[in-house]
C-alpha cells in the first residue's frame, strides 16, 4: 500500500509562491500516477495537477495552467507541486493522492489520500 504525506503549505500574500511535496512510501511499483486536488471551505474538492509516473506526462486544471508546475524527485519520492502568482481563490487544503488506474484527472480514480497541508493566500 503506498502512504502519502503532504507538506510545504503556509499564508503567503498573492502573488507569492509555494512549493507543495509529496512524500510517497509504501508500495508504489503499481502506482500509475500521483495528483493533487484542493477542496476549498464549502466546496467540493477539485482536480488542481496529475503527473502520470511510467510515461511522463502532465495534466493541469485551467484554473492553475501557467502558474503550477508538477514535477518529480524519484531519487526522493517526492511528487512536488510548484504554485507560482498566488491568488486569494488558490486558498485551500490541498492534497496528494495516488492511483493505479487511468483517468488521472478524475477524483473517483484515486486509490489513496494523503491528510493534506493547508494554503492560504491573503489579498
Known amino acids: 500500500q503506498v502512504h502519502l504525506v503532504e507538506s510545504g503549505g503556509g499564508l503567503v500574500q498573492a502573488g507569492a509562491s509555494l512549493r507543495l511535496s509529496c512524500q510517497t512510501s509504501?508500495?508504489?511499483?503499481?502506482?500509475?500516477?500521483v495528483g493533487w486536488f484542493r477542496q476549498a471551505p464549502g466546496k467540493e474538492r477539485e482536480f488542481v495537477a496529475a503527473?502520470?509516473?511510467?510515461?511522463?506526462?502532465?495534466f493541469y486544471s485551467e484554473s492553475v495552467k501557467g502558474r503550477f508546475t508538477i514535477s518529480r524527485d524519484d531519487a526522493k519520492n517526492t511528487v512536488y507541486l510548484q504554485m507560482n502568482s498566488l491568488k486569494p481563490e488558490d486558498t485551500a487544503d490541498y492534497y496528494c493522492?495516488?492511483?493505479?488506474?487511468?483517468?488521472?484527472?478524475?477524483?473517483?480514480?484515486?486509490?489513496?489520500w494523503g491528510r493534506g497541508t493547508q494554503v492560504t493566500v491573503s489579498s
Open positions: 493522492a495516488a492511483t493505479s488506474r487511468v483517468g488521472l484527472t478524475i477524483k473517483s480514480a484515486y486509490d489513496t
Open positions: 509504501g508500495s508504489t511499483v503499481s502506482t500509475y500516477g
Open positions: 503527473i502520470r509516473l511510467h510515461y511522463d506526462a502532465e
